[in-house]
């Protein structure tokens, strides 16, 4: 405080006391949970490596980040915003593209009744995607 | 009505712990309380001589436990306070030589003819700490405004706190006003922010502590120290009075009202 007063007036070095407050504050959030800096920064890139599987992460404004309220109340808080380019990307991703599949082969079992040629062609290469997708479908096939 | 045992520990070496022990000792002494200090640093023995009755040692602590010595034998009575004694560590062996259940026994013995317990600990979270805290009923961490010492404190009293022994209190140890007031010392209200817990004590850096060492005469007999003021402090408030902290600012300013407004805020004063 008195360092801060320092710095206003212009008068005396760098107030060291604060620093030391504010480095020890820091460094004991992460011996209290035995998790050192670098293993919490490679855990948030786990983390955010997970969620852009699913869907795609805003990676400019993700925010994991520690807070203690007291000592034994430690909370990992973490602000992942998706990003706004999100309908896009969601329409060509595989889990959703596997779920529109399944739902046109659902549809195309009537058409499949006329016997209709480029349907079946159609049909047939849909069923070899979701078999790399899931193979599950796979004796879809044969009906 | 049996004794209450008190733990003084830090983690880090060199804070003062002994220093602090026999100073607390002493006080209460001086307050007609029964105490007993005991060393609990095996291997390194130090308390004899910073209280000044290293020449009266015959047992120790380790020939309690083995049954080389009854627990009367190995009390050394202080010069000057017939209720005050001394259990030496011994010199010559390590922690193992002492349980934590050992610890509890010999405590438990003492709680009916005294009214303090004190229990110098050794440095470090090994077993020498582990015996220390054992039979404690209350544990005081004494630590320096610096970061190593204050980093070492909140590992300490995390394991305290694992060992259901907290919540512990802190004793700020060497504080030098001069220097928080340029800011670059932290100050008692900084510390207890960091380590999120409350304070005993607050002992001003002083040139008397170790003229007292040097002659086994614990600083607190010296009406001149203001180390020995914080001392005494420290110990009316173990024995339950209220006591304003002691302004360490000479011109009674903003620090001294900082420090009654957190004391209050701690509810311990």
């Not at chain 1, 159609?122 to 796979?138: E, I, K, P």
């Not at chain 2, 394991?159 to 340029?182: C, F, T, Y």
């Not at chain 2, 040139?207 to 009406?223: M, Y």
């Amino acid at each position: 405080m008195t360092g801060f007063f320092d710095r206003m007036l212009g008068r005396g070095k760098e107030p060291t006391a604060s620093k030391a407050k504010e480095r020890l504050q820091f460094v004991l959030v992460h011996d209290r949970i035995n998790l050192p800096p670098e293993r919490l920064k490679e855990m948030k890139e786990e983390i955010l490596a997970v969620i852009s599987k699913y869907v795609a992460v805003a990676s400019d404004e993700v925010d994991i980040a520690l807070e203690q309220r007291d000592r034994n109340q430690n909370r990992l808080i973490a602000e992942i915003p998706f990003s706004k380019s999100i309908d896009k990307k969601d329409d060509t991703h595989p889990s959703r593209h596997t779920a529109t599949s399944k739902l046109m082969l659902d549809e195309n079992d009537d058409l499949l009744l006329d016997d209709d040629d480029d349907i079946m062609e159609t049909r047939r290469n849909m069923a070899a995607t979701d078999n790399a997708v899931d193979g599950d479908l796979g004796d879809f096939d044969d009906d | 009505m049996g004794a209450k045992v008190i733990t003084v520990t830090s983690g880090k070496g060199g804070v003062g712990k002994t220093t602090t022990t026999a100073n607390l000792g002493v006080s209460l002494a001086r307050l007609n309380k029964r105490v007993v200090v005991i060393d609990a640093d095996i291997g390194l023995r130090n308390l004899d001589v910073v209280m000044g009755l290293e020449n009266r040692i015959v047992y120790d602590l380790v020939d309690v436990v083995e049954g080389r010595s009854k627990l009367r034998q190995a009390m050394i009575k202080h010069k000057q306070f017939p209720d005050l004694y001394l259990i030496p560590a011994a010199q010559t062996r390590d922690k193992t030589a002492v349980s934590p259940s050992d610890m509890v026994t010999i405590c438990n013995k003492l709680r009916e003819e005294f009214d303090f317990v004190l229990i110098d600990s050794p440095a470090g979270i090994e077993r020498g700490f582990r015996n220390a805290i054992a039979p404690a009923d209350e544990v005081l961490i004494v630590t320096n405004p610096e970061v190593s010492a204050v980093r070492d404190a909140d590992r300490i009293i995390g394991l305290i706190e694992a060992e259901n022994k907290g919540p512990a209190r802190l004793i700020l140890n060497r504080v030098k006003m001069e220097m928080i007031k340029r800011g670059e010392m932290l100050s008692a209200e900084d510390v207890t922010d960091i380590l999120a817990i409350s304070i005993i004590g607050i002992v001003p850096e002083d040139e008397n502590v170790i003229p007292a060492s040097n002659s086994g005469v614990p600083v607190t007999l010296n009406e001149n120290s203001r180390a020995g003021v914080a001392f005494r402090n420290i110990a009316r408030r173990l024995n339950g009075e209220k006591v304003d902290f002691m302004s360490l600012d000479n011109s009674g300013g903003i620090f001294q009202r900082l420090t009654r407004l957190f004391a209050g805020g701690q509810g311990n004063e």
